[in-house]
């Protein structure tokens, strides 16, 4: 089921991924990130199971991420990550969540 979260006539499946796309599109604005993208890609990590990153950013240093947002940081969603992280490691991958203090991002490592 999609929120009615709209930004650039784009539906978001969830607040915090309309909420986090405002903060690259900031970053974008400020120079740090060159581009970013909403689910561009998916990776096969099993039979019948994919992963597919909620943003992919290209970082000024050129360095590429994934990053994946969650309400809450849960194994089942680290286990998905890291299983794409070994399928390519020329991506960092990155957990982003929020609370009361603000966003947090975390590397995951395969």
């Given at each position: 089921?999609?929120?009615?979260?709209?930004?650039?006539?784009?539906?978001?499946?969830?607040?915090?991924?309309?909420?986090?796309?405002?903060?690259?599109?900031?970053?974008?604005?400020?120079?740090?990130?060159?581009?970013?993208?909403?689910?561009?890609?998916?990776?096969?990590?099993?039979?019948?199971?994919?992963?597919?990153?909620?943003?992919?950013?290209?970082?000024?240093?050129?360095?590429?991420?994934?990053h994946e947002?969650?309400?809450?940081?849960?194994?089942?969603?680290?286990?998905?990550?890291?299983?794409?992280?070994?399928?390519?490691?020329?991506?960092?991958?990155?957990?982003?969540?929020?609370?009361?203090?603000?966003?947090?991002?975390?590397?995951?490592?395969?």
């Amino acid at each position: 089921m999609k929120v009615n979260a709209k930004i650039r006539e784009r539906e978001w499946a969830s607040k915090l991924e309309r909420d986090y796309s405002l903060v690259l599109k900031a970053q974008e604005q400020a120079g740090t990130i060159y581009w970013w993208a909403y689910e561009p890609l998916s990776f096969r990590i099993g039979a019948g199971a994919s992963f597919c990153p909620d943003f992919v950013v290209l970082r000024a240093s050129g360095e590429l991420e994934a990053h994946e947002t969650k309400g809450m940081r849960r194994e089942a969603a680290i286990v998905r990550i890291k299983v794409a992280a070994r399928m390519a490691p020329w991506c960092r991958f990155v957990l982003v969540t929020r609370d009361r203090r603000g966003w947090h991002l975390e590397e995951i490592k395969p």
